[in-house]
């Protein structure tokens, strides 16, 4: 799970696995699969970082790699 923030400053913990689409107009709103929609304090950039965390903590992704010879 991943915390966001609501406009009222009240936690939301939300099943990464599920959210089909985060927009940004120019309120974040998150969209789930279900179709559940939440307006968020956290831009879509901080959104898909936390997914990211999320998805390696569960063993999901990877580190990333540089190709042969070049830097991260």
Request: aromatic share 4%.
């Amino acid at each position: 799970m991943i915390v966001l923030t609501r406009l009222n400053g009240t936690q939301l913990w939300i099943n990464p696995l599920l959210i089909e689409a985060v927009e940004s107009h120019p309120d974040t709103v998150v969209t789930l699969s279900n179709g559940h929609k939440y307006i968020v304090r956290e831009d879509p950039a901080a959104i898909a970082a936390s997914v990211t965390a999320f998805l390696r903590r569960v063993g999901l992704v990877g580190g990333v790699s540089a190709p042969e010879g070049e830097k991260l």
